[in-house]
């Protein structure tokens, strides 16, 4: 891959919550769901992926990410597809959403950094090093306690400690409420990621269901409120 020296990339460093009390045939699931995951968030954000996300350690995964200001956009994608495939299925009587239960729940933790990279050897993105490797890795690191929140950010060389804390907190903050999400709202969240209307989202059950139940949903899911933290986020980083 080749490296733009004078520019800053995003690097999503992550791991499973629980791993090794796990089942094993969740956890070979697991690296299918990723690599499935970054295809999706491939075909939702062209070029956001200059690399497949790399799965290491069996629990551990790495992105990488072109651009620094979609990168907590792309967390919460990769967060809501893990738990809409993981999570148990509770679904409310009526709401025409229900989806298969799949018996185990299971969520990622993750850690963004941004700044420069050094190199990223055969597209391989959990090879690669520099100070947004090397930021994301230490932080997720220091997320060890039960207590800890389960998304984190930190920038390189940011001139404001205020703006990297408040940058910081709307992503603890984000994480927060993805931790909150049922099955059935992490998916309906993948689609309005990516600008998706009620009936678009709508669409991804097998059975048609009307706009009203998404947007129940995403009520739930505190779709709003989510929303106008990424246009924070994102107009900080992209200035």
């Not at 089942?23 to 769901?33: N, S, T």
């Not at 809501?80 to 239960?101: C, D, H, I, M, Q």
């Not at 669409?203 to 246009?231: C, F, M, N």
């Amino acid at each position: 891959m080749k490296i733009d020296p004078k520019k800053n990339y995003a690097v999503i460093t992550g791991d499973f919550v629980g791993f090794s009390g796990l089942p094993a045939e969740v956890r070979q699931r697991m690296y299918f769901v990723l690599k499935d995951c970054g295809k999706d968030l491939s075909k939702a954000f062209p070029g956001i992926l200059p690399c497949e996300i790399d799965v290491f350690r069996g629990d551990g995964w790495q992105a990488l990410i072109h651009d620094p200001a979609l990168s907590l956009r792309a967390a919460l994608f990769i967060r809501a597809y893990v738990r809409s495939r993981f999570l148990e299925n509770t679904p409310e009587k009526g709401s025409g959403l229900e989806l298969p239960a799949s018996g185990v729940a299971a969520d990622t933790r993750l850690a963004i950094g941004v700044g420069r990279i050094d190199y990223v050897p055969e597209n391989r993105a959990a090879a690669g090093d520099g100070p947004a490797f090397r930021r994301s890795g230490k932080l997720l690191e220091q997320m060890t306690s039960p207590m800890s929140d389960t998304m984190r950010f930190a920038a390189e060389g940011v001139d404001d400690v205020e703006i990297g804390s408040l940058l910081d907190g709307i992503v603890r903050l984000t994480g927060e409420l993805a931790g909150r999400w049922n099955a059935e709202q992490s998916r309906i969240v993948t689609g309005a990621l990516q600008g998706w209307t009620h009936p678009q989202i709508a669409r991804l059950w097998p059975d048609s269901v009307g706009p009203r139940p998404v947007g129940e949903y995403l009520q739930k899911a505190r779709w709003k409120t989510i929303t106008h933290g990424l246009r924070v986020f994102e107009a900080a980083l992209k200035e």
